[in-house]
């Protein structure tokens, strides 16, 4: 049964500590969504990559958040300095979309179980 | 702002009874998909509805799409306890085939 794995599951850390997060797309997927869940802000995307590269990260603050796909198994988010109000759970996403699909192909996003990262 | 805004924000019903949410949005879109999130996980697909579709069935499941009011409805039949969770809409008007999700209805079904 393929799934999306992300680790850690928890993390606690300190203000100003770099936190990095990983998940593991399902194989052969080929995108890779990252999303931040809070009570007051619900679900926020913050990167899309399609074929590992990045394609929009507007929703991500560019100071201190970055996102990556060093290979196809592998997307990795992170955090430096890390902040209080980062708390949140970070779930990862992957789907499939065919080559020649334009922008706007229908397609349902696997989620992985989350991060939940607390910053004190 | 989001794309999706369900609502209620919370429904409590007793086991047996149907469970109604609301899903509105703004722009114009080519799908609208329903999710579920049980408590601490992540979210599953429950189902696609395309633009040009006005319902869609899955077991007890039933979605229906207005786009001339941009709004959707889920509607669970004879809901089990197994149900609770939170429910979110999400749709396409994003492009780059990303979804924007809505704010979601928690819903607990009482036994």
């Known amino acids: 049964d393929a799934r999306v794995t992300q680790t850690p599951r928890h993390k606690v850390t300190e203000m100003g500590q770099e936190v990095t997060m990983r998940c593991q797309p399902i194989?052969?997927?080929?995108?890779v969504f990252w999303y931040r869940q809070t009570m007051m802000q619900g679900l926020e995307l913050l990167a899309y990559f399609r074929n590992r590269a990045p394609l929009d990260d507007s929703g991500m603050p560019k100071d201190r958040f970055s996102a990556e796909m060093p290979d196809a198994t592998l997307a990795t988010l992170k955090i430096q300095p890390s902040e209080p109000r980062d708390s949140a759970v970070y779930f990862c996403a992957s789907g499939l979309v065919p080559e020649l699909a334009g922008n706007r192909y229908h397609y349902e996003q696997y989620f992985g179980p989350g991060t939940r990262l607390t910053v004190t | 702002s989001q794309q999706g805004e369900e609502d209620p924000q919370a429904l409590s019903i007793q086991e047996g009874e149907n469970a109604t949410m609301n899903c509105s949005y703004k722009t114009s879109i080519n799908n609208l998909q329903w999710y579920r999130q049980n408590s601490g996980r992540g979210l599953v697909h429950l189902i696609l509805i395309r633009s040009n579709e006005r319902e869609k069935h899955s077991g007890r499941l039933r979605v229906t799409l207005d786009t001339s009011k941009k709004s959707s409805s889920l509607l669970i039949t004879a809901s089990r306890a197994a149900d609770t969770a939170s429910y979110f809409c999400a749709t396409d008007g994003g492009g780059y085939n990303k979804l924007i999700f809505g704010a979601g209805t928690r819903l607990a079904v009482h036994p």
């Open positions: 194989l052969g997927h080929n995108t």
